[in-house]
């Protein structure tokens, strides 16, 4: 223990910010995690975000930081084109998109 009175001011600060960065990198695994299991867009941007937040608090290095965000935009893509080729409604507007247009009568 410290036993000079700045020394233990220090300490107290410490152990404060020990504790709320430890919450911080809990809440920003979670949301990681979330992130991969679920792969939909809203928790990617929330993961993100997260990532980005930690990066602004000095938590993670900005190289880290960016390829965390880059395997996570990559995550979203796998999710965004599972979603796509499953769901019926994408598969009628693709069929609707495709078919073909009448030819237009030249104005003579």
Excluded: C, W, Y
Aim: no cysteine; aromatic share 0%.
């Amino acid at each position: 223990m410290p036993v000079i009175k700045s020394a233990i001011k220090k300490l107290r600060k410490d152990v404060k910010r020990e504790k709320r960065n430890s919450q911080f990198r809990a809440e920003l695994d979670k949301a990681i995690n979330s992130a991969k299991k679920s792969k939909t867009e809203k928790t990617v941007k929330e993961a993100i975000s997260a990532v980005d937040k930690a990066v602004k608090k000095n938590l993670l290095h900005q190289n880290k930081a960016g390829r965390m965000k880059s395997s996570l935009s990559k995550l979203a893509k796998i999710g965004a084109t599972k979603a796509k080729t499953t769901t019926k409604e994408t598969v009628k507007t693709v069929k609707k998109a495709v078919a073909p247009k009448a030819p237009k009568k030249s104005a003579k």
